[in-house]
């Protein structure tokens, strides 16, 4: 090994800890996928999470410019193929490896930029911000996922959207509370949470469920390498959202809904059974 074989392992290893920390679920998930698939998705996932970071918990300090300063520093990196920040080098590895589209991360890092100072959205912004702070995160995995074949990858393009979009809006969904009371943020357009009735939340749910349908038929397709995985995911944040939707409107206001630990066992034995028998 290399100096600087060992600089980018140590990198990827942040993204590692940073994706085991932040997330059991995901990191849970990603372990499912075969062992070529797993370091470039966490390396995906820390730049997001670092991302999000920024604009969601760094209230302290001036997070626009936090924001521009990792901006420039991604396209740094992606253009010169090194950063010594370990969690950008590691994405730039995955970007470069994978030939993966500049556009999405452009989009994805204006979405950031919305959450700095966008407190409600019209129906027109709700999509622009799912694209750019969903959609796009599973497009970039999903070149991963393929691996260089770019006919799969717009064959599957439409699925791996839904599926980013199904996440995003549940975890809007869970995590009202914290948004609408901690963040100041409405996501959903035309809600007004302090009237949050029956017939918004029928509304929400039918507009997830829709995505998570349109989602299903491309994960069966998706290569062997990553079928499993994404689909324990999918399991999961179906799962979570049936729990949601048993709920009444003021019970999301007032909590935020998880899968115990022995719940997330099920699911994933059960998966395991499935796939076993070819009955995905």
């Known amino acids: 090994m290399t100096n600087m074989d060992l600089y980018h392992e140590v990198s990827q290893d942040c993204s590692r800890n940073t994706t085991e920390k932040y997330s059991t679920s995901f990191s849970s998930a990603i372990k499912l996928l075969h062992k070529d698939l797993r370091t470039p998705i966490r390396n995906i996932y820390g730049f997001v999470r670092f991302a999000d970071e920024i604009v969601d918990t760094f209230h302290q300090h001036d997070k626009a410019f936090l924001l521009n300063e990792f901006k420039q520093a991604t396209y740094d990196a992606i253009q010169k193929g090194i950063s010594l920040n370990p969690?950008?080098?590691?994405?730039?590895?995955?970007?470069?490896?994978?030939?993966?589209?500049?556009?999405?991360?452009?989009?994805?890092?204006?979405?950031?930029?919305?959450?700095?100072?966008?407190?409600?959205?019209?129906?027109?912004?709700?999509?622009?911000?799912?694209?750019?702070?969903?959609?796009?995160?599973?497009l970039m995995c999903l070149y991963v996922f393929c691996e260089g074949n770019i006919e799969m990858y717009e064959k599957l393009k439409p699925a791996a959207k839904s599926l980013g979009a199904a996440f995003q809006k549940v975890n809007f969904?869970?995590?009202?509370?914290?948004?609408?009371?901690?963040?100041?943020?409405?996501?959903?357009?035309?809600?007004?949470?302090?009237?949050?009735?029956?017939?918004?939340?029928?509304?929400?749910?039918?507009?997830?469920?829709?995505?998570?349908?349109?989602?299903?038929?491309?994960?069966?397709?998706?290569?062997?390498?990553?079928?499993?995985?994404?689909?324990?995911?999918?399991k999961y944040y179906l799962s979570l959202f049936k729990k949601i939707k048993k709920l009444q409107p003021q019970?999301?206001?007032?909590?935020?809904?998880?899968?115990?630990?022995?719940?997330?066992?099920?699911?994933?034995?059960?998966a395991g059974l499935r796939s076993h028998f070819n009955l995905l």
């Open 87 to 138: 969690i950008l080098h590691s994405f730039q590895l995955t970007v470069n490896a994978y030939h993966i589209d500049h556009n999405l991360i452009d989009a994805f890092l204006f979405s950031m930029e919305m959450d700095l100072s966008k407190r409600n959205y019209d129906r027109s912004g709700y999509e622009q911000y799912i694209y750019g702070s969903a959609e796009v995160v599973g």
């Open 251 to 270: 019970r999301v206001l007032e909590q935020r809904i998880r899968i115990p630990d022995y719940g997330k066992i099920f699911i994933l034995a059960k």
């Open 173 to 234: 969904l869970r995590d009202v509370k914290a948004d609408y009371e901690g963040l100041d943020r409405v996501y959903f357009p035309g809600c007004d949470f302090k009237n949050f009735s029956s017939s918004d939340k029928q509304a929400i749910e039918a507009d997830i469920q829709k995505d998570f349908d349109d989602a299903y038929n491309g994960i069966l397709q998706l290569p062997i390498k990553a079928r499993f995985g994404v689909y324990v995911a999918y």
